[in-house]
């Protein structure tokens, strides 16, 4: 028992590390491009812009309809085959993270579009803005708040996800974990530990998905 906990102590900050130095780095930028993909992909598919529509569609089905740590797979192992290479691990886990949420994160942002009236469009352009303006200035923010909920899930989601990382030699936590119990032979007490580092990182996301709905509410009833 004392062993064990004398293991648990010791290698604590030795996950830790990791954690903050490469799992939420790589969560926070993969989720930033995400956002950036999923607005873009959602605003095509509102505006049907035919063929656009299309492409967005089909990118939307393969990566829902395929897991992600085949997708991390096809991307490290498999594109190198046809002359594609990787600067680094982390750039493509970056990349791979980035369009899977993008993709999931898109059709929440669409439904979120959806769900604004056409009333509100209509008296967009009886002022005289046109289809962006309308959209960058009534459409999206509305959107966008009604959405807050679904992708901070997607984001504390994200953290988790990173954990498959180490498939592809990413040095993060669960990655480190692996390593120390090569000379520990303590799986048990180590992926306890690891574990638990996820579920302080989450639930920090959770308490801050909490704060901005908060302040986000606050906003809507002080405008109404």
């Not at 089909?58 to 498999?78: E, K, N």
């Not at 459409?139 to 909920?149: I, S």
């Not at 990382?165 to 032979?185: P, R």
């Not at 920090?204 to 901005?212: E, P, Y």
Request: glycine share 6%; proline share 4%.
């Amino acid at each position: 028992m004392e062993h064990a906990v004398e293991i648990f102590v010791s290698s604590f900050t030795r996950i830790l590390i990791p954690g903050i130095l490469v799992s939420i780095p790589l969560t926070l930028i993969s989720f930033f491009f995400a956002l950036v993909i999923a607005v873009i992909v959602a605003m095509i598919r509102y505006a049907n812009i035919k063929v656009l529509s299309e492409i967005c569609k089909f990118y939307v089905w393969v990566i829902r309809g395929t897991p992600l740590l085949v997708q991390l797979f096809f991307m490290y192992y498999g594109l190198p085959k046809i002359g594609v290479f990787w600067s680094s691990p982390f750039i493509c886990a970056v990349v791979v993270f980035a369009l899977n949420e993008g993709a999931y994160a898109s059709e929440t942002i669409r439904g979120a579009l959806n769900s604004v009236p056409d009333g509100q469009i209509e008296a967009g352009y009886c002022v005289g803005m046109n289809f962006v303006q309308i959209m960058l200035r009534i459409v999206l923010p509305q959107a966008l708040r009604a959405a807050v909920p679904a992708l901070m899930n997607g984001l504390i989601g994200m953290v988790k996800d990173t954990s498959l990382a180490s498939n592809i030699t990413v040095t993060e936590m669960l990655f480190q974990t692996k390593t120390i119990i090569t000379t520990t032979y303590e799986p048990f007490i180590l992926y306890i530990e690891v574990a638990l580092i996820y579920l302080i990182f989450s639930t920090v996301l959770s308490r801050v998905q909490v704060i901005v709905e908060k302040k986000m509410n606050a906003q809507v009833g002080k405008a109404s």
